[in-house]
C-alpha cells in the first residue's frame, strides 16, 4: 500500500487544495449562498459549504496531529462501504448522513470563507510531512466507513469536496 498510498496522498492534497480554492470561490460570490434546489438537495449552497468547512477543519486537524506524532489510532479496517468509496473515488448520493458536528449550523458566511483560507494554508503546510502522512498508521473513525489512515483521508477529503461541488453544480443549474 506504500505506493498507492503516497501517489494517494500527493494527488489527493493537490485535488484538495483545489476545490478549496473552489469553495472560497463560491463563498465569495454571495448571491449564490441562499441558493436552493428541493428536488436536487434538501441544503441550500451555504450549507453544502458549511458542512464541507466543518469536516474538513476536524480532517485536516487530525492530519496536523498525525504530523506532529500527536495523534492517537481509532483501530484497524475500513467497512465494505470505506472501501468502495476509497476504490471507487465517489460518495454515492443519498446514501449517506452527516454526523452532528459537521451539519451546518447557520455559520456566517464570512466566517466559513476565514475558514476555508485558513484550511487551504493548513493544507499547503502539509506538503513537506506527505511521506509521513502517506506511511503513517494510525487511523480515525469515520462514523460510516471505518477506520482510515492519513493517506486515506486525505483522499476521502476530496472525493468529499467532489461530490459536494457536484451537489452545488446542480443547485445552480436547476
Known amino acids: 500500500m506504500g505506493i498507492i498510498a503516497r501517489r494517494w496522498a500527493r494527488q489527493a492534497r493537490q485535488g484538495l487544495l483545489r476545490e478549496l480554492s473552489g469553495a472560497i470561490a463560491y463563498c465569495e460570490d454571495r448571491s449564490l449562498a441562499t441558493m436552493s434546489a428541493p428536488t436536487i438537495s434538501g441544503w441550500t449552497v451555504h450549507q453544502h459549504l ?68 485558513a484550511l487551504r494554508d493548513d493544507v499547503e503546510g502539509l506538503g513537506a510531512a506527505m511521506n509521513r502522512l502517506a506511511s503513517a498508521t494510525t487511523t480515525w473513525r469515520h462514523p460510516l466507513l471505518g477506520c482510515y489512515t492519513a493517506a486515506q483521508w486525505l483522499r476521502f477529503a476530496h472525493i468529499h469536496h467532489v461530490h459536494h461541488r457536484r451537489i452545488i453544480e446542480e443547485i445552480l443549474a436547476a
Open 50 to 117: 458549511e458542512h464541507l468547512w466543518r469536516s474538513d477543519t476536524a480532517i485536516v486537524g487530525w492530519l496536523e496531529d498525525v504530523r506532529d506524532g500527536t495523534a492517537e489510532t481509532d483501530g484497524p479496517g475500513m467497512t465494505v462501504p470505506g472501501t468502495v468509496v476509497m476504490w471507487l473515488g465517489m460518495i454515492p448520493r443519498g446514501k449517506g448522513r452527516a454526523p452532528e458536528s459537521t451539519k451546518p449550523a447557520a455559520g456566517e458566511l464570512e466566517e466559513i470563507v476565514a475558514g476555508f483560507r
